[in-house]
């Protein structure tokens, strides 16, 4: 469903009805959701593994993988660990 398609559906929604959508509506914005945490604090842990990274990254530009083909080189990853877990011992 498309969101013209949920919009034109809430327009026809009774008073009562909208009223409940909204207010579910409020509470499903304010919880957010687990990919959006823009918002969010890192603890000083994480900050100094960003920091780590980068220093790397900037000692050594080449250890940086492209974005392209990433998918790819994970599922063979996951692939291969797959392979040695099913092989006997």
């Given at each position: ?25 409020d509470a499903y ?44 080189r994970v599922r ?14």
């Amino acid at each position: 469903m498309s969101v013209a398609e949920i919009e034109k559906q809430v327009r026809t929604l009774p008073p009562e009805e909208l009223a409940q959508f909204a207010e579910w509506s409020d509470a499903y914005r304010d919880a957010g959701s687990p990919a959006d945490d823009e918002g969010a604090e890192l603890d000083e842990e994480q900050k100094q593994e960003i920091l780590r990274r980068r220093a790397a990254y900037l000692a050594d530009p080449s250890i940086a993988e492209p974005w392209e083909g990433t998918i790819d080189r994970v599922r063979q990853r996951l692939h291969g660990l797959r392979r040695q877990k099913a092989e006997p011992r």
